[in-house]
């Protein structure tokens, strides 16, 4: 099966095993609870229903056709059960189903995640969709009516949450499907008795791209200037659609080669660095575990996590997606929290992002401060850069290392030294340990 980029990476490492992955484990359970760490709530979780996606754009580690092997492989949206009781535990301000692919590939998982997902602060709901279901008006119609009659239909005993509807549109998008199945979403959302629906457009910011263009002409309406990031569609119904637009990833299906061949071009603005500068905490940190990364970034009182479709729960680049919970082996958020808690790259990436990350295991590995300056996305970093049973193992050491300085948690000193030796033995470079 064409798997995302992001599976390929994570998973065939994952399968191996590993005696520096065993001599971490022995770490984090020979040390005690820490005793302060990051938050134990999720303000934000987005899941994904599915991992593939029909649309197949260019730039997309996602773009993986449909296939037979999701029949056979533990799915969260055949089995909305577990995952719906998990994320109902977390404290959440904001659920969103989004992709990893393309959620409305199952239409039935999404009406039931509107209709349950609750926490008791939960103030919106959202769908990030590529319209790719509003094949024809009918259909489009058809679509949104039942998501808007589950949201509706709400228990009464559930947190009265907005509902939003957001469309990934960007020029590769519109080079598969074009803008028509997004103006068909816009159009139905903007009947009478759908005006309560948010709705805005979330694209890619390029040079002579003419994609918001065509929507905004196809709609009738008119496209004000970017700022920010953002710009408007003034409709002539009187609405008012925000786009907003993020960087391109140019790391996995797309590259510089690539791109260099295509009429549109990258500009400065849409390069990682530059983007990220947004996401930037009052610490001068950017720590995605802690972000919203919407049109109006919001730093987080909680945690940022994500849910994929084989329900692997992860925070938000703030923990080694090797060590994840499954939504089929714990039941309530608190257990899953604090079994990612125990871990000391956890609590480091919550901390401090991984960025952070990168530069302290680069004294010895070089090349992770190379992999986070040069990949041109904010996210799947930890994946990069943890890579390796070593660094994984050397992750966990330095960042226990000053936990344990910081008076956060003990480690049991002889425990210590067989790791470092563990890693020394394999040849890792331990710079200043003689
Ligand atoms: S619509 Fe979104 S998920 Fe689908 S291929 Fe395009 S970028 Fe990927």
Known sequence: MPDSVFKQTTHSSAQQTSELDLV??????????????????????????????????GHCNYASPLSLDRLTRYSVARDPGPVLRLMNSMGLWKAVLSGGGEPMVEPEFCERFVNEIDSPGLE?????????????????????????EAWRSRSPDLARAHFSVRISLDWFHAQRI??????????VLGDPGMRDVGCYVRSVLLDNDSTMADLSAMLGGHLTELRDYQQEIVLPDGRTILVYYKNLIVDGRMNE??????????????????????????????????????PQVRHLDGLACLIDDDGRVRILEGNDPHRCVNVRDIDH???????????????????????ALAALISDAFPEAATVAADTNQLYHLTELLLTTPERRLYATLRALELHVEEGRVTVEPKLLARAWQALADEGVPLPGRG
């Not at 919106?124 to 808007?148: G, K, M, N, Q």
């Not at 899953?336 to 991984?354: F, S």
Request: hydrophobic fraction near 35%; glycine fraction near 8%.
């Open 124 to 148: 919106e709901i959202e769908l990030i969709t590529s319209a790719h279901f509003a094949a024809d008006p009918a259909e489009t119609r058809l679509r949104l009516e039942r998501l808007v």
């Open 257 to 294: 080669r690539k791109l260099s061949r295509l009429p549109i071009g990258l500009p400065t603005a849409s390069r990682a660095d530059v983007f990220g500068k947004r996401f930037v905490d009052g610490n001068g940190r950017q720590v995605p575990a802690r972000t919203y990364n919407g």
């Open 178 to 187: 074009g803008v028509e199945p997004a103006a068909r979403v816009i159009r």
């Open 24 to 57: 971490r484990q022995e770490i984090i359970d020979g040390i005690p609870r820490y005793s302060e760490h990051g938050p134990t709530h999720a303000s934000t979780c987005y899941v994904w229903p599915s991992s593939e996606c029909p649309v197949g754009c």
């Open 333 to 355: 958020w608190p257990e899953a929290v604090a079994y990612l808690y125990a871990d000391p790259i956890t609590v480091y990436l919550v901390d401090n992002g991984p960025q």
